[in-house]
T-cell receptor, first 114, second 109 residues
Framework: GAGVSQSPSNKVTEKGKDVELRCDPI?????LYWYRQSLGQGLEFLIY????????KSGLPSDRFSAERTGGSVSTLTIQRTQQEDSAVYLC????????????FGQGTRLTVV | KNEVEQSPQNLTAQEGEFITINCSYS?????LHWLQQHPGGGIVSLFM???GKKKHGRLIATINIQEKHSSLHITASHPRDSAVYIC???????????FGTGTRLTIIP
C-alpha cells in the first residue's frame, strides 16, 4: 500500500474485553514496530518485528499484551482483559530494514477502555 | 533523568521567526530521529541523523555526537509548522527508539 495502514482508527471497549489492533505496513518493509502514546505521555516502545520474528518484546507492559506478524506483512497487537490504563493511541511504524532506514508511521488506533 | 530530554517543552512564535528545538541524550547512539506529530496524532519522520547536518526545505537538523546534542531548526516559520516535534534515539545494539517528550510548537500568523 501507499503508507502504513492501521485499523480500527478508534476503538471503545469495555474493561475486561479483548481487543485486536491491526497494522498493515508498507509493502516490502521488513521491520515493524508497535508504540503507544498515553494521554499526555510520550511515545513508548512495545515490540519490534524483523520479518515474522520478534527479537525485542521488551516493551510489552504485561502478559496481557501479545503481538504476531504473519507472512512478513500484517501485524496484530492483541490486548486481553483490557484495563482502563490500556487506554492510549497505539501506533505502528515500518521501515525497509531497521531504524537506520527511514521510518513511516500509521495514523494510530485510539483505544478507550471504559 | 530521562535518557532523552527536549527543550523547550512549549514554544510559541510569530510567523517568519527562526525556530530552534533542542535535544540532549545521555546514551551512546547509532542514530537520532526527528519526528513531527500533528494534531490528530499522525507522525511523520523528518530526519534520521548519525552525524553532521541534514537539510530538507526549511528544516535543518544537526547533531553533535561528542556533546550528545541535536538541534532542529525551522527557517521562515509558518502556521502550518505548528505541531509537536519529537526527538528519538536508537542506542547501539538496540532496535527500539527512546523518545523525548516532545516540543509543542505554535506559530502565530
Amino acid at each position: 500500500g501507499a503508507g502504513v495502514s492501521q485499523s480500527p482508527s478508534n476503538k471503545v471497549t469495555e474493561k475486561g474485553k479483548d481487543v485486536e489492533l491491526r497494522c498493515d505496513p508498507i509493502s516490502g518493509h521488513t521491520a515493524l514496530y508497535w508504540y503507544r502514546q498515553s494521554l499526555g505521555q510520550g511515545l513508548e516502545f512495545l515490540i519490534y518485528f524483523q520479518g515474522n520474528s520478534a527479537p525485542d518484546k521488551s516493551g510489552l507492559p504485561s502478559d496481557r499484551f501479545s503481538a504476531e506478524r504473519t507472512g512478513g506483512s500484517v501485524s496484530t497487537l492483541t490486548i486481553q482483559r483490557t484495563q482502563q490504563e490500556d487506554s492510549a493511541v497505539y501506533l505502528c511504524a515500518s521501515s525497509l530494514v531497521s531504524w537506520n532506514t527511514e521510518a513511516f508511521f500509521g495514523q494510530g488506533t485510539r483505544l478507550t477502555v471504559v | 533523568k530521562n535518557e532523552v530530554e527536549q527543550s523547550p517543552q512549549n514554544l510559541t512564535a510569530q510567523e517568519g521567526e527562526f525556530i530552534t528545538i533542542n535535544c540532549s541524550y545521555s546514551v551512546g547512539i547509532s542514530a537520532l530521529h526527528w519526528l513531527q506529530q500533528h494534531p490528530g496524532g499522525g507522525i511523520v519522520s523528518l530526519f534520521m541523523l548519525s552525524s553532521g547536518k541534514k537539510k530538507h526545505g526549511r528544516l535543518i537538523a544537526t547533531i553533535n555526537i561528542q556533546e550528545k546534542h541535536s538541534s532542529l531548526h525551522i527557517t521562515a516559520s509558518h502556521p502550518r509548522d505548528s505541531a509537536v516535534y519529537i526527538c528519538a534515539v536508537r542506542s547501539f545494539g538496540n532496535e527500539k527508539l527512546t523518545f523525548g517528550t516532545g516540543t509543542r510548537l505554535t506559530i502565530i500568523p
